[in-house]
């Protein structure tokens, strides 16, 4: 009994593990692709805006929820001039995220 107790720990432990890390690229995907759906609204295109969205990315670690990113989006297009308004740019992530969650989720599949 105390064995299978402990096997369904750990089952649960690696369903968590496995859903932190799902949840993690998917999140990760949903910045870069609003990484360069932003470079797109500012007028950056090629290898700059692959950076851009890097940087996108890597604001997403300043802390935790998703208000690092949009402060970021914000500045971005206040600095050069780019009119969206706040609605705009958070259901632009709401819509990127349902995005990233269908392409993670097909790779994962294949």
Known sequence: MAEAFKNRGKAEEAKWAH????RFKVVARRNKL?????????GI??????E?????????????????VFRK??????ARSVV????????QMEELL???????TTEVKE
């Open 19 to 22: 859903d932190e890390a799902l």
């Open 34 to 42: 609003l990484g360069l759906w932003a470079a797109e609204q500012m």
């Open 45 to 50: 295109s090629g290898a700059e805006a692959g």
């Open 52 to 68: 851009y969205a890097k940087s996108v990315i890597a604001a997403d670690f300043e802390e935790a929820g998703d208000e690092d």
């Open 73 to 78: 989006i914000r500045k971005d297009f206040d």
């Open 84 to 91: 969206r308004s706040d609605h705009a740019i958070r259901r």
């Open 98 to 104: 349902a995005l990233a969650v269908e392409q993670v």
